[in-house]
């Protein structure tokens, strides 16, 4: 049963402290997604890719946040110094972008809980 | 892509059809209608989408008006475990593949 993975699933650090999540996507899909949420602010569209290359991070504090995909099976969300207010819970999610037809679905995975102290 | 409007919480019984409206007015030709929900805590889950025609698959029925500028989710037989926050979202076939969710409508199933 194919599914995206996240890890650490549940994280307390103290601010200012590195904090890395990873996703493992799944195999063949060309998309993936960082969304944060909190009840505040709801489901957040931090960053996605297509194909391995950033298309939009406009939704991450930049001077904080990084995102990448080292290759096709792993991306990784960073976060440097973090700060209390980046408590929160962050889903990677992948898809299938074909060109044509419907978007395709998003596949979420179960998220990775952050606590920062 | 188009935005979306839906009413912020909803009840229904259990056993009864759930019917959750969404209003996308600005809809654009190339855009299609999704459905997610998200259960508690978990992360969002695919439902069923729809670009003109009504969609029904084993989850649910999409009903897209003619004129596409709003859409209704139909669970049939909704059931305490459809508790859940669900959301439409209006994306287009083509471009940046950029996937926002709003603020949803929180379902609450009751017994």
């Known amino acids: 049963d194919a599914r995206v993975t996240q890890t650490p699933r549940h994280k307390v650090t103290e601010m200012g402290q590195e904090v890395t999540m990873r996703c493992q996507p799944i195999?063949?899909?060309?998309?993936v997604f960082w969304y944060r949420q909190t009840m505040m602010q709801g489901l957040e569209l931090l960053a996605y890719?297509?194909?391995?290359?950033?298309?939009?991070d406009s939704g991450m504090p930049k001077d904080r946040f990084s995102a990448e995909m080292p290759d096709a099976t792993l991306a990784t969300l960073k976060i440097q110094p973090s700060e209390p207010r980046d408590s929160a819970v962050y889903f990677c999610?992948?898809?299938?972008?074909?060109?044509?037809?419907?978007?395709?679905?998003?596949?979420f995975g179960e998220g990775s809980r952050l606590t920062v102290l | 892509d188009a935005k979306t409007t839906q009413p912020p919480s909803m009840d229904c019984a259990e056993g009864r059809a759930a019917n959750l409206p969404c209003n996308h007015s600005?809809?654009?030709?190339?855009?299609?209608v999704y459905w997610y929900r998200q259960i508690h805590s978990q992360g969002p889950q695919y439902i069923i989408h729809?670009?003109?025609n009504n969609e029904t698959n084993e989850m649910a029925s999409l009903i897209i008006t003619e004129d596409r500028k709003s859409s209704t989710l139909i669970l049939p037989h909704a059931t305490l475990r459809d508790t859940a926050v669900y959301y439409c979202?209006?994306?287009?076939?083509?471009?940046?593949?950029?996937?926002?969710f709003g603020t949803g409508t929180r379902l609450k199933v009751l017994a």
């Open positions: 999610a992948s898809g299938l972008a074909q060109g044509q037809g419907p978007p395709g679905e998003l596949f």
């Open positions: 195999l063949g899909h060309n998309t």
């Open positions: 890719f297509r194909n391995r290359a950033p298309l939009d």
């Open positions: 600005t809809i654009s030709g190339n855009e299609y």
């Open positions: 729809g670009l003109k």
């Open positions: 979202i209006v994306r287009r076939n083509s471009g940046t593949y950029k996937y926002i």
